[in-house]
Nanobody, 115 residues
């Protein structure tokens, strides 16, 4: 298993930026994938961005070009830099990790984009 501890998030005005972090309880290189998902009001959970074991980085269509995922392997931490935020980015953001045994989720944090 792996435990995920998230930080960051909150309230930001449209056009603003936020940075989120997610620390894993074991080496991120031991995971098949790690990244971020979100669930907006009345919507299904969707992919925001993630790394896979093979080194592939994938972004959701709605965030590509505005959000950037990065990682610090020494800290077993993945970051999500969110720029040019829009009201439609309002959602609960979840850190996710996957290995051969299953999927693991962070506690989730609300991000609200509003003036």
């Amino acid at each position: 298993q792996v435990q995920l501890v998230e930080s960051g998030g909150g309230l930001v005005q449209p056009g603003g930026s936020l940075r989120r972090s997610c620390a894993a309880s074991r080496s991120i290189f031991s995971l098949n994938a790690m990244g971020w998902y979100r669930q907006g009001p009345g919507k299904e959970r969707e992919l925001v961005a993630r790394f896979t074991r093979g080194g592939t980085t994938t972004y959701g269509d709605s965030v590509r070009g505005r959000f950037t995922i990065s990682r610090d392997s020494a800290k077993n931490t993945v970051y999500l830099q969110m720029n040019s935020l829009k009201s439609e980015d309002t959602a609960v953001y979840y850190c996710n990790a996957a290995d051969f045994l299953g999927n693991y989720w962070g506690q989730g944090t609300q991000v609200t984009v509003s003036s």
